[in-house]
């Protein structure tokens, strides 16, 4: 009685399988990190907007004022500390798109607010400490055009009068080169992204 033997594939017919596959994947990995990308975008737009009401909200109990970025004498005053009371939720201070979050600040040991307030993945605009004489920020330049918050992975600050102050760059967290932008917050509420080169100053 005669043996069959089942067709089986060559080795040249293999490596077209492989290199099939390859060349597959090589066109759609890109697409589907773009899509992922595209959905931290969202996210990302989402935190800023959650960041703009709730600081509306602060300036509406305070009287147009707004919470500071950072202060020299009482490291635990900052912007995060005046809108926990309207956010709540710490992962709306993080960009999805920052890959290294900061460590748990020590200072903050034991309390709700336990993290790193300087690396939370967003920039915030404002004064780098209490000035006494700042008045409301309804009488500062039409909301509409004034930066509130962007995205990033290191702070920026900016006093009242527009001058910039800028720490070790400002890396933008979504794209690349040419098509790189961030997410930025206005002071009427509004998000929206904005195309630029890292080291741009928004005017």
Not at 57 to 62: A, R, T
Not at 63 to 92: A, C, F, I, M
Not at 119 to 127: A, D, Q, R, T, V
Not at 154 to 178: I, L, N, T
Request: charged fraction near 15%; include cysteine; aromatic fraction near 14%.
């Amino acid at each position: 009685m005669r043996r069959t033997q089942s067709p089986g594939f060559t080795l040249i017919e293999l490596l077209v399988v492989v290199a099939i596959i390859a060349i597959l994947a090589a066109i759609l990995f890109p697409v589907f990190a773009r899509a992922r990308e595209n959905a931290r975008r969202s996210c990302c737009l989402s935190n800023l907007k959650q960041l703009a009401q709730a600081t509306l909200m602060y300036g509406q109990d305070y009287d147009d004022r707004l919470p500071v970025g950072l202060t020299q004498g009482n490291p635990l005053l900052n912007v995060v500390q005046g809108l926990w009371p309207y956010v709540q939720n710490r992962e709306v201070f993080y960009c999805p798109s920052v890959c290294v979050l900061g460590a748990y600040n020590p200072l903050l040991i034991n309390t709700d607010e336990n993290w790193n307030a300087g690396n939370l993945g967003y920039y915030y605009w404002s004064s780098w400490d209490i000035h006494p004489h700042t008045g409301p920020f309804a009488a500062q330049n039409p909301p509409r055009q004034l930066t509130l918050a962007s995205d990033s992975q290191c702070w920026m600050w900016s006093d009242v009068f527009g001058a910039f102050y800028w720490q070790q760059g400002a890396p933008f967290a979504h794209g690349m080169g040419k098509f790189s932008f961030t997410n930025v917050a206005f002071m009427d509420g509004h998000v929206k992204a904005v195309a630029g080169r890292p080291g741009d100053v928004f005017r």
